[in-house]
């Protein structure tokens, strides 16, 4: 017997690359291609280093009180943590321990069974229409021990509305359902008035997108007080200062600037707009996205692989998923700024034409 057979085997969760190319334009990880607030750099250049002598503090109170406010909710609503993968990572160990399974889209963010994976948390994979579209009565039918999926999704971008995530919720008071809202700042609809009602929902939200703050590693949970008092002792059982006293300060002033924020997320989602109208005329197929990417599918004379290597060539990098076969034959492109879109879209004439002239 040897020592290796008592170690964990894991399937682990393979993010997007981070490549060193040079001038790349880099739209394969959905981040935001503005900085931050300028009140961010006023706080990283004003932070005082004495202050990391200390641990943080332990529920980022300053923040978490930011948020309860900006949100209507209360305090104790309010779970902050280091990215929300690891606010759904501690999510799944919390909510997630029926024998009955989980619930989640197959097209859906491909952490959901890395996380259930690992806790040996039984799931399902419900398929998804033919169109993409999340199918209500897969999840109105009562059997499950938990139920989670984007809103809106990813990488399709399609949004369901709250009737939708009404009805799952009346239907399956007896499990957690969450509802992860990581995009939803770029056209969705939250669910954050539902959580007067149900107290069976959380809500989870990241700083990584529009906030453009995925270097510092914050997310959020929002629920009712007694599903956030659990995820807190989960916490607590595992690292109480997940949230450094850098991703704090900055967490707040990204609050306190709400005009910037909007004008930020109003300018990418114009630039998603003009873009997907622009793959559409050179005859790629798009879904309705409300997110900060758009999920193009390649036209008939494309091979997806084959442009995704040419774009690659370009330093241009986007998202592709060649051993799905449903997907194969689409990309996921993050949306840049409006040079970069023109850039990229320029690219693809030139392909398309060199394509049909082969
Ligand atoms: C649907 C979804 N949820 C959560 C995350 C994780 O975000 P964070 O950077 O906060 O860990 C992502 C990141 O791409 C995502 O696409």
Redesign the pocket.
Known sequence: MSWQENLRDVEPYVSGEQPKLPNIIKLN??ENPYPPTPKVKEVLQNFDAEKLRLYPNADAEGLQDAIATRYGLSKNQVFIGN???EV?ALSFLSFFNSQKPLLFPDLS?SFYPVYADLYGIPYEKVPVAEDFSLNLSDYTKGNAGGIIF?NPN?PTGLLVGLDFIESVLVHNPDCIVMI?E??VDFGGVTAIPLLAKYDNLVITR?F?KSRSL?GIRL?VALGSQVAIKKLDDVKNSFNSYSVDAFAQAVGFASLSDESYFKKMCTKVIATRNQFAQDLQALGFTVTDSRTNFVFAKVPKNVSAQNLFDALYAQSIVVRHWPNNERIKEWLRITIGTDAEMAKFIAFLKEYIDGQSTI
């Open positions: 990880t959905n990215g929300s993968d759904l963010y984007p990813a992860d990581a995009y990241t990584s995925a997310g």
